[in-house]
C-alpha cells in the first residue's frame, strides 16, 4: 500500500494514505469484520474532509484457468444477510466515496482463495479500489469490476436496502471501535502525508482538498484520542 501511495495520482494519495495505514495496522491480524472496518475508513474520511459512506453489498470473485471458471462470494445478495449473536454477519459491507469517485473493500480477503494466496504474497490482502460514477444512481447501477492479476477478477453488487441491517453490528462495543479507529485512521493518514511530501511533489494537495491542506499544516486540528481505552474495549 505504501508503494502504491508514491505511484498513485495526487487527488488519490489522501485515500491511499488511510488505507495504507488501516493495512499496515491489520497486517498479521485476522480479517476484521466489513462493517467495522468500513465505518473506520468512512470516518477517516470525513475527518480529513471527504465524503463517504458505507453501502452493504456483494463481492463476486471469479478464478478462471485453462479449464475452468470458480466463482465464489463474499456477503449475500438473493436473502438479507444473517446478524449472528457474535456480532458477525452473513452480509458484506464496501465504501462508496464520492470525494474520490471510488468504490473501497477492505476485506474482501475474506474469500477462501485471496485468503490462501495472501498467506504467501500480501499483496492480494490490501484493500481493493475500483472507479465508480459519482452520480448516485448510476452507482446503484453499475457493477464494477477490477483484475486482481491475470485470472482473479472480482465484481460488486450495491444492495443499499441492507444497509440499515448491516449497521446493527455496531451496537456496542463494536461502534466505539469503529468511532475511535476512524479517529486514529485519519490521524496515521496525516502522519503519512507528511512523510509522503518528503518522497514526492503533494503541494497540489491544499488547493485540491483545501480542510485537508489545513490540517496538514496545522491551521486545523482533528479532535484528540482518549489517552486510556475506553472499558468496553478491553477484552480478558
Known amino acids: 500500500m505504501f508503494a502504491l501511495l508514491v505511484e498513485a495520482p495526487v487527488e488519490l494519495t489522501p485515500l491511499y494514505a488511510v488505507l495504507a495505514v488501516l493495512h499496515q495496522a491489520s497486517s498479521g491480524k485476522p480479517v476484521g469484520t466489513c462493517v467495522v472496518s468500513c465505518h473506520q475508513i468512512s470516518g477517516a474520511l470525513h475527518h480529513l474532509g471527504f465524503d463517504a459512506e458505507p453501502i452493504a453489498a ?3 470473485l471469479y478464478r478462471t484457468t485453462d479449464t475452468f471458471t470458480e466463482v465464489s462470494e463474499v456477503g449475500v445478495w438473493k436473502r438479507p444477510p444473517v446478524l449472528r449473536p457474535d456480532g458477525t454477519t ?3 459491507m464496501v465504501v462508496w466515496t464520492t ?5 473501497i473493500d477492505p476485506t474482501l480477503v475474506q474469500d477462501p482463495t485471496l485468503f490462501a494466496l495472501a498467506a504467501t504474497d500480501p499483496i492480494y490482502s490490501i484493500p481493493v479500489s475500483v472507479a465508480l460514477p459519482t452520480d448516485p444512481d448510476e452507482v446503484l447501477r453499475a457493477r464494477p469490476v477490477v483484475a486482481l492479476d491475470e485470472r482473479l477478477h472480482a465484481s460488486w453488487l450495491l444492495l443499499p436496502e441492507w444497509t440499515e441491517a448491516m449497521n446493527s453490528v455496531l451496537a456496542g462495543a463494536e461502534g466505539t471501535a469503529a468511532t475511535l479507529g476512524g479517529l486514529a485512521l485519519a490521524t496515521d493518514a496525516l502522519f503519512a502525508l507528511r512523510n509522503l511530501g518528503q518522497e514526492r511533489d503533494l503541494t497540489q494537495l491544499p488547493h485540491l482538498y483545501p480542510q485537508l491542506g489545513a490540517l496538514l499544516s496545522g491551521r486545523r486540528q482533528l ?3 482518549p489517552a486510556q481505552v475506553p472499558p468496553e474495549l478491553l477484552h480478558g
Open 90 to 92: 452473513t452480509g458484506h
Open 99 to 103: 470525494s474520490f469517485a471510488q468504490l
Open 223 to 225: 479532535p484528540p484520542l
Open 58 to 60: 456483494c463481492a463476486t
